[in-house]
């Protein structure tokens, strides 16, 4: 099925339904990627699973309406009407970096919505807040106002910038192209890239609760990924009371796509009961 559009009361929703299995894998790209950068792994694991592809308001095509102000309990909010309107119950829940700080709240406070989570380059809530502060250069971006305009102003640069740097050092050219053509032509016609309010949004946020996180949890990291060089998915390990981590080498920010294949081995293996 070719991505639609869900009209919601706040945003207007791009969302991809594949698949007819059993059970409902949910994959939420990572902003600035798009469900096109996820089309190869969502064919393989449309074979097992009915597979979700949604991307938040804010990005990709996604955007936010009638005033909505961006924030991470918005974000939840949107994704329980997405999973609503689609019947989607008990699923696996894969998100990555800010966005797996939404799907963790989602999970928290909708058990019944969500069975298990995998959560790609993110480690706490306080050390992805340092994280930001690192990536913002004399802190523009997290200035109200000021922050939306610059990112408004640069977003096509800080997309070439992300992608160069989230990819693993001595990545060939054809392949960087890969991953930023389909944004840069997202952002020349108009999409959203609310990354400022998305760094202000997290600096508001209330702290999650890891120990009310009861889902099987597993944690993806790519050691390449020279963006999270002082991030460490270790201190979200210890904090969760049920998660494993699978380490990748030479694997940049995106371990779900660079190593689409042992993603999808490690993951049926790990929800149980898939068909390879």
């Known amino acids: 099925m070719e991505p639609f559009f869900m009209e919601l009361p706040r945003a207007r929703v791009r969302v991809q339904v594949t698949g007819d299995g059993a059970r409902t894998l949910v994959i939420i790209p990572d902003p600035p990627n ?74 928290r406070l909708r058990p019944d919505l969500v069975e ?71 952002l020349r016609e108009g999409g959203p890239f609310e990354l400022a309010s998305a760094y202000q949004a997290l600096r508001r946020s209330e702290t999650l609760e890891y120990g009310a996180i009861q889902q099987p949890t597993l944690l993806l990291w790519g050691r390449a990924d020279r963006t999270h060089e002082d991030t460490s998915p270790r201190a979200l390990l210890h904090a969760l009371p049920h998660a494993e981590l699978m380490e990748f080498e030479g694997c940049g920010h995106f371990p779900t796509l660079e190593k689409a294949g042992a993603y999808v081995e490690r993951l049926r293996t790990w929800a149980g009961g898939l068909p390879g």
């Open 34 to 107: 798009l469900i096109e950068h996820h089309r190869e792994v969502i064919e393989q694991l449309a074979r097992g699973f009915r597979v979700i592809c949604f991307e938040l308001p804010g990005f990709g095509r996604s955007e936010l309406r009638n005033g909505a102000r961006f924030s991470l309990e918005l974000q939840v909010e949107i994704m329980t009407e997405v999973l609503e309107r689609l019947s989607a119950r008990q699923v696996v829940l894969e998100m990555s970096c800010l966005g797996a700080l939404a799907g963790m709240r989602l999970a």
């Open 116 to 186: 298990r989570l995998v959560l790609a380059q993110v480690s706490t809530q306080e050390q992805m807040r340092t994280w930001a502060r690192g990536t913002d250069i004399c802190g523009l971006i997290h200035t109200p106002r000021v922050g939306q305009a610059l990112v408004s102003l640069c977003r096509r640069f800080i997309a070439r910038h992300w992608y160069t740097a989230a990819l693993p050092e001595g990545t060939d050219a054809r392949t960087r192209q890969r991953y930023l053509q389909p944004t840069l032509q997202s």
